[in-house]
């Protein structure tokens, strides 16, 4: 029997929603769960999959009571607009488009002009070139310490990494801080 058509399309729109959000959630565990390399070339081969991500990812976060990128934006704001920021896995460059600083902004695949394409584990930055390094929601994939010691190398002495991450991917967040110390990183603030 034909149900009345506002009703369908409601219960459409809502198989629509769940169905976005399963295939979000299982792109976001093949991310965390694989190189960046294995990353790049999974949205290289399936660009709908990257655009797939992109909007669950959008609707996960918007249920959120704060999105983290709107801190970091907040914090670079207090901070003076001469500091140069480097936001790996950028997504659709909130940052780049909210601040006065100079901020490279690095992603997969250009969900904006301003993204530069490219494998967070290797940057096209010189060594020593950024006070700032953000990873926002971002710290995927198995080779996290090559990732972070990108993040080191085009960091200043004495430069700032920053990083939000959803509080159950951490197994242990101590050995987390401890891990980054033997990077190189200070714990300032948590
Ligand atoms: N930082 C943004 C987007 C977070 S979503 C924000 O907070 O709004 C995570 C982003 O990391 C996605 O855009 C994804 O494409 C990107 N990403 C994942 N692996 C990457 C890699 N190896 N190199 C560059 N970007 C990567």
């Not at 960046?36 to 959120?64: C, K, M, N």
């Not at 801190?71 to 001469?82: T, V």
């Not at 600083?101 to 020593?128: R, W, Y």
């Not at 700032?132 to 430069?159: D, H, P, S, W, Y």
Request: charged share 25%; glycine share 6%; aromatic share 8%.
């Amino acid at each position: 029997g034909a149900a009345p058509s506002g009703r369908s399309a409601a219960l459409r729109a809502r198989m629509e929603e769940r169905l976005l959000a399963a295939r979000f959630r299982y792109i976001n565990q093949q991310l965390y769960t694989s190189t960046s390399r294995e990353a790049a070339q999974l949205f290289q081969t399936d660009p709908e999959a990257f655009e797939i991500y992109h909007r669950g990812f959008a609707q996960q976060v918007g249920r959120w009571p704060e999105n983290p990128v709107h801190r970091i934006i907040r914090y670079l704001r207090r901070r003076p607009a001469s500091l140069v920021v480097a936001d790996f896995g950028c997504g659709d460059c909130k940052i780049a488009s909210s601040v006065r600083n100079k901020v490279h902004s690095f992603d997969l695949v250009p969900l904006s002009p301003l993204v530069t394409v490219c494998d967070m584990a290797k940057v096209p930055l010189v060594d020593e070139s950024v006070d700032i390094a953000v990873f926002c929601l971002a710290l995927m994939g198995t080779n996290l310490q090559e990732i972070l010691e990108e993040a080191n190398r085009v960091l200043k002495q004495g430069g700032t990494l920053m990083v939000a991450e959803v509080a159950s991917r951490f197994e242990d967040i101590r050995a987390f801080v401890n891990a980054m110390a033997q990077l190189g990183f200070k714990s300032v603030s948590k």
